[in-house]
């Protein structure tokens, strides 16, 4: 079984940074790929950026491409998302995922990612 806790979100002013982490319980190290995904009020969920566990490639989304930066930490099992020049449309309650297979942020990534976790409420002012 695979567990993640979101830590880090909070209110900040437009241009400010944030950064989420991501606590991954996975027991029997079958995680391929971690994302992080967002929704906004009355708007459907989103992929913002995702990273392979063992190569650390990562998959950004044009919103955010430039904007955010995705890493890990396999000693710690913690995924991170850097979050700078913050927008008002950058809130949203954002979400840790874990896919067995692969890394997508399109309009099917519901397929792959298998595990949430609780969500991490960001603000942007």
């Known amino acids: 079984d695979v567990q993640l806790v979101e830590s880090g979100g909070g209110s900040v002013q437009a241009g400010g940074s944030l950064t989420l982490s991501c606590a991954i319980f996975?027991?029997?190290?079958?995680?391929?790929?971690m994302g992080w995904f967002r929704q906004a009020p009355g708007k459907e969920r989103e992929g913002a950026a995702s990273?392979?566990?063992?190569?650390?490639?990562?998959v950004y989304a044009d919103s955010v491409n430039g904007r955010f930066t995705i890493s890990r930490d396999i000693g710690n099992n913690t995924v991170y998302l850097r979050m700078d020049i913050l927008r008002p449309e950058d809130t949203a309650m954002y979400y840790c995922?874990?896919?067995?297979?692969?890394?997508?942020?399109?309009?099917?990534?519901?397929?792959?990612?298998?595990?949430w976790g609780q969500g991490t409420q960001v603000t942007v002012s």
């Open positions: 990273i392979y566990r063992g190569s650390g490639k990562r």
């Open positions: 995922a874990a896919s067995l297979s692969g890394c997508p942020l399109g309009s099917d990534f519901e397929r792959y990612y298998a595990y």
């Open positions: 996975d027991s029997t190290r079958s995680t391929n790929c």
